[in-house]
């Protein structure tokens, strides 16, 4: 018999937070991965004991559940407390893929809805359209076997191609991002820069290739992103970015001017697992702009570590 | 059995992409957007910008607003002037929904050189959602205008589209003086499929917990009956106090009773507006003496007249009913006293009035309406049932 262990997600020692990227998850924006501790905990009841035991683990893979949180709903909400728009995520029956986002206004009128389709794993096609239903936009997206979009091409309702963005990976990490016109000119290539695997620069080029802007990404030594600063092609900086954490988690995020005086603040509060469920949006004098309200559900994903 | 570790991925989408560093794709979208010169190169840049739905963007969506004012005027023909207003709307709307409050001088101006109604209404909104309340006066001569409807009749379609938003954006505002205008919108000439009317009803109710100066204003200065019997019921609908509402209802009686009605619509709406008064009244535990003073006058009003309908006169009696002061019993004692002696004088008199005078004294509890009760009792000139209801009136008083 195999002793079952199970290590639970608590607040994350720094120096474990990883970010990852899932190919089950075409369609997203954005990911934040927030791994736990490797060692998993061993239970007080059935401990691990015997070399034997030891043994079958190893040819055995071990099962891996991981918990998936995902938003269903975003309320927004005026400085004053007064209710705004929200937004309503749908997913396929799993909660794999996101399938629409409807964006509805306070009265529950449909503002705006964005629908995503899937053609196998290889390509989606993300429609907009307004609250009539009638089409605005639409791009079709070109993925690779690990959830990475390589190509977007925006269009409008007539068919016409609007721009289109090309992106490049190395290693599972965007390491180009190009932007063409209606007529296909490149108008813009963003180079990303990694060192020791984590992106510490970021250059933006003008078509012939000359450098136009470029940040400046600092980090701790638990490997959180602490600074983001933008400058111009002349080393001078633009604006900045910092970063402050809890647990591992972020809880503020200061947009600085170039002199460094705070322009505005995202202050974020999590939940236990780390999902930020509010997320405040402030100016420099602490006035609330607008406050964000997220609802998560979540699913388990079962994979085998070989 | 297979050994298992339970792993938490948080997953995010959208919300938190400020958390990891993505302002290059703002910064680019924004160095391209300068450099776009066609309208189409800036409309489809535009909507990548827009996409992103990100505060980064807002400087550079107010550059290409700006851009936009002096250029409504001169957009060319009717596809280029769609196009514009198109692409100006998108802008509008985008800074609306980011609340960007800086963005408001331009939007107004949005607003005052916009003739297409789409545009103007999203920039309304816009106006609302940003929280520009320094244009609130600006805003409510807009739908105060509106609401006069005195544009040319191929217009009103066009109107109705900035009136809504309008009451939109005067709902999100939220300012006191706001009110007058949404109440004439409540009330006024728009469409029911324009939703404007039951919109403005439901923006006065959470603008002002209490509207009674605004509606006494209203109904004092309005000569429309209409306008009158939809500001009582407005101050009804109300969060304000039971005192409030009843002085609104006293008003209200005050201008029912004053006015002569011309034709038979007028009739019917100053019936109702007296009738919601009583009812108020009645249902009010604020009881203004003021009230007893139009009261009366209906009492009078029906003995020399014959001014009011039954049905009328029995709400008026269902309502002394629950003043129980002195004057107010007074009142009803003098008009059964009447009715006692046009009975013994050989008169019909309307049961349905007899009973409700003799049930509202008892009601009062008012040791006052023990004569005449008693004399209705042992009259021989009315009828049983009559006498039974004064029995049970009078084991009532105190």
Redesign the interface.
């Known amino acids: 018999m195999v002793g079952r262990s199970r290590a639970y997600c608590s607040p994350m020692p720094p120096k474990e937070i990883k970010m990852k990227f899932r190919s089950f998850l075409l369609i997203l924006v954005a990911l934040l991965f927030f791994g736990c501790a490797s060692s998993p905990e061993v239970s007080d009841k059935e401990p691990i004991a015997t070399e034997t035991v030891v043994e079958e683990v190893q040819k055995e893979p071990v099962e891996i559940i991981t918990t998936v949180y995902y938003p269903v709903k975003v309320d927004s909400y005026f400085g004053d407390g007064v209710k705004d728009e929200y937004t309503v995520y749908s997913y396929n029956e799993d909660g794999s893929l996101l399938l629409k986002e409807e964006l509805f206004s306070t009265e529950d009128s449909l503002q705006q809805s964005v629908v995503f389709e899937y053609t196998g794993t290889e390509s989606s096609v993300k429609s907009i359209y307004d609250g009539g239903e009638n089409l605005l936009s639409y791009e079709l997206n070109l993925i690779d076997i690990d959830g990475n979009t390589l190509k977007k091409e925006k269009f409008d309702s007539k068919d016409v191609l609007q721009s289109k963005s090309e992106y490049e990976f190395k290693d599972g990490k965007k390491i180009t991002w190009k932007v063409f016109n209606e007529t296909g000119s490149l108008l813009s290539t963003t180079n990303y820069n990694y060192t020791n695997d984590v992106l510490t620069r970021i250059d933006s080029l003008s078509p012939a290739g000359e450098l136009e802007e470029y940040f400046d990404l600092q980090y701790d030594s638990n490997g959180l992103l602490l600074e983001n600063k933008h400058f111009n092609s002349e080393g001078q900086i633009q604006d900045s970015r910092s970063f402050e954490y809890k647990d591992g988690f972020l809880v503020m995020e200061l947009v600085n001017r170039k002199n460094g005086s705070v322009l505005r603040k995202l202050m974020y509060k999590n939940d236990q697992f780390g999902n930020p469920v509010e997320t405040i949006y402030m100016d420099a004098g602490d006035n609330v702009q607008e406050r964000l309200i997220t609802i998560y559900e979540s699913r388990e994903e079962i994979s085998y570590e070989k | 059995?297979?050994?298992?570790?339970?792993?938490?991925?948080?997953?995010?989408?959208?919300?938190?992409?400020?958390?990891?560093?993505?302002?290059?794709v703002s910064?680019?979208w924004t160095?391209?957007f300068r450099?776009a010169v066609s309208l189409?190169?800036k409309?489809?840049?535009m909507?990548?910008i827009v996409?992103q739905h990100n505060?980064?963007m807002i400087p550079v969506l107010i550059e290409a607003l700006e851009e936009q004012i002096g250029s409504l005027e001169n957009s060319g023909d009717v596809t280029a002037r769609m196009e514009t207003a198109d692409y100006t709307k998108m802008i509008v709307k985008e800074l609306g929904?980011?609340?960007a409050?800086e963005a408001s001088p331009y939007i107004w101006q949005i607003v005052q050189a916009s003739d297409d109604p789409f545009l103007k209404g999203e920039a309304i909104i816009a106006l609302g959602?940003v929280?520009a309340r320094k244009y609130t006066n600006e805003l409510n001569l807009l739908l105060r205008n509106l609401n006069f409807n005195l544009g040319d009749i191929q217009d009103q379609r066009k109107n109705e589209i900035v009136a809504f938003s309008l009451v939109i954006a005067l709902d999100?505002l939220?300012q006191p003086e706001s009110y007058s205008p949404l109440f004439f919108a409540s009330t006024g000439w728009y469409s029911s499929r324009s939703g404007i009317r039951a919109?403005a009803g439901e923006s006065m109710l959470s603008l002002l917990d209490d509207p009674t100066e605004q509606l006494m204003e209203i109904m004092k200065e309005s000569k429309a009956f209409d306008i009158k019997l939809a500001a009582l019921d407005a101050g009804a609908k109300s969060k304000a106090s039971e005192e409030k509402k009843a002085n609104l209802a006293v008003l209200a009686l005050k201008e029912g009773l004053l006015a002569s009605p011309q034709n038979p619509t007028e009739k019917i709406q100053l019936k109702s507006l007296r009738v919601l008064a009583l009812n108020i009244l009645e249902s009010s535990s604020s009881k203004p003496e003021e009230a007893i003073s139009y009261m009366n006058r209906m009492l009078v009003g029906y003995r020399t007249e014959k001014l009011f309908e039954i049905d009328e006169m029995v709400d008026l009696f269902e309502t002394f009913g629950t003043f129980s002061s002195d004057d107010s019993v007074k009142a009803q004692t003098e008009f059964l006293s009447y009715l006692t002696e046009r009975k013994e004088s050989g008169s019909v008199i309307d049961l349905r009035i007899s009973k409700s005078a003799v049930i509202a004294i008892g009601n009062t509890g008012n040791s006052l309406g023990f004569e005449q009760l008693t004399n209705v009792q042992y009259s021989e000139s009315w009828e049983n049932s009559v006498k039974r209801e004064a029995k049970n009136a009078l084991s009532k008083l105190k």
């Open positions: 059995m297979k050994n298992r570790k339970i792993l938490s991925i948080v997953l995010i989408l959208l919300i938190v992409a400020t958390a990891i560093p993505a302002n290059e910064a680019v160095r391209l450099r189409t190169q409309s489809n840049i909507s990548n996409e505060r980064d929904r980011l609340k409050t959602k929280g999100r939220k919109k």
